[in-house]
């Protein structure tokens, strides 16, 4: 069974930056997809960095230009977010796709609040 751990979230005034880490039980790079995606209250689920493949990589368009996401060689994913912002606010999952028996991973989510 693979395992997703998310870290790193916290309080962050707006304008500052968090680095969130996800450290899988297997390697990041085997999956079809595997990226980050947040849930703020009353809201659904929404996508907010993946990678697909080696290199094909999509950021949803309200933190583009201010997230980065990343993976090492191994096991661990990561999403640099700079100059937050209140909107930014939410728990946040990492995910990952296994496209040959069709199932999502998902961690138990890591809390990002913005606020002054």
């Known amino acids: 069974q693979v395992q997703l751990v998310e870290s790193g979230g916290g309080l962050v005034q707006p304008g500052g930056s968090l680095r969130l880490s996800c450290r899988a039980s297997v390697s990041v790079h085997g999956f079809a997809t595997v990226g980050w995606y947040r849930q703020a209250p009353g809201k659904q689920r929404e996508l907010v960095a993946r990678f697909a493949g080696r290199s094909d990589i999509k950021y949803d368009d309200s933190v583009a230009g201010r997230f980065t996401i990343s993976r090492d060689a191994r096991n661990t994913l990561y999403l640099q977010m700079n100059s937050l912002k209140p909107e930014d606010t939410a728990m946040y999952y990492c995910?990952?796709?296994?496209?040959?028996?069709?199932?999502?991973?998902w961690g138990q989510g890591t809390q990002v609040t913005v606020s002054s």
């Open positions: 995910n990952a796709f296994n496209s040959y028996i069709q199932k999502n991973y």
